[in-house]
């Protein structure tokens, strides 16, 4: 009998029962959330789906984030290999080279003045990074929770893995892919509050025709110009350009689909479970946590509202031709921010068609956060 008591025991001891804290119960109560959100609300599932898996994985099983120090036969947890391609910076530039090979860049150069509402649309991100300051977080710690503002997941991990700060990395890629799956509710209400109903209604103009050569020539341009310029934007604008490059090339079919389909969603899955494996109730459940978390809303408020405060000036110098809405595009979230301006101005007039006009800017915000990630590392001599 004393045998059998103690190979029950064992097998009690085993089970995460008797491990978990409040804490792991309350992160396994927010990988439901995401969960629900993924599946029955289909906010970003491709992206939340992964990520609240890790989430709950982690805070049921610790050990399968562990690095090969921490275990007693030298072999890492299986998540603990694939967040080392995040904190390497493989993972987001891939991603960049799948989203690249997915968009179509023509609406931006149709309308190059795109890029100065994406550009507006950064200000999320240096108006976050001083009010981090304020808040206590050291200067590469503010520039990687800032980035958060840019509704763009790689490109915050990739600063933060950049500038040393992978302690904050779960908290910053959580924050940073709730966001831009949270982009349909945010969004709105800040859209109408600083626009006008007749504003809100104006019909842009078609855009013109962009030939094969432009399409071609175009990711070749940004990639010397931004390059030469900001050297450590390569990894990221690089792969972006190099994947668009595949799509409007028109002879590299293979590699075009392969980026834009198997690749994408073979480094979506690592990618996501990895992030969602680092937010043990251990690193989550703190104040840093809760200051990233108010930050990245507020960068992300921000840069919205400044992209159509943008576009309101450029409605007035044109005289109406540039629907304030599209501003509101200019965060990277691509394509979900530019559907989002589509649906508002859809609300004042049904026939109004913006989604290719937004489509401009939201591109330009891919850019433009990665430009800004870029100026932070070139800051801290990176």
Known sequence: MSYVG????????????????WGNFVMIAVAFIFLFLAI???????????????????????????????????????????????????????????????TDFGPLIANPISFLLGAAAQFGIFSAYFL????GFN???????????????????????????TGLLGPIAVAAYS??????????P??????????????????????????ILFPIIVTTIVCLILPTTAPLVGMLMLGNLFRESGVVHQLTETASNALMYIVVILLGTSVGATTSAEAFLNITTIKIVILGLVAFVFGTAAGVLFGKLLCHLTKGKINPLIGSA?????????????????????????????????????????????????????
């Open 40 to 102: 029955k609300k289909e906010y970003e599932p491709l992206l939340l789906v992964p990520i609240a898996f890790g989430m709950l994985l982690v805070n049921i099983y610790p050990d399968i984030i562990m690095s090969p120090e921490e275990t007693s036969n030298g072999v890492g947890g299986l998540l603990h290999y694939f967040y080392m391609l995040d904190e390497w910076s493989i993972l987001p530039s891939l991603i960049f080279l799948g989203v690249g090979a997915m």
């Open 190 to 215: 800040i859209m109408k509050l600083f626009t006008t109903k007749k504003e809100r209604a104006i019909k842009m103009e078609n855009l013109r025709p962009v030939s094969k050569l432009e399409r």
């Open 139 to 165: 200067d590469k710690a503010a520039a990687a929770v800032s980035i958060i503002g840019g509704a763009d997941g790689p490109t915050s991990i990739f600063l933060a893995g950049k500038l040393g700060q």
């Open 132 to 135: 981090a300051i304020l808040l």
């Open 330 to 382: 200019g965060v990277s979230a691509v394509p979900m921010a530019a559907r989002v301006s589509q649906k508002v101005g859809a609300e004042e007039d049904p026939t109004n068609f913006l989604l290719m006009h937004a489509m401009g800017p939201n591109v330009a915000g891919v850019i433009g956060t990665a430009v800004a990630a870029g100026v932070f590392m070139a800051i801290f001599g990176i």
């Open 179 to 188: 966001y831009m799956a949270l982009v349909p509710i945010i969004q709105p």
């Open 6 to 21: 103690e190979t029950l025991s064992n097998l009690l001891h085993q089970t995460a029962f008797l491990n978990l804290t």
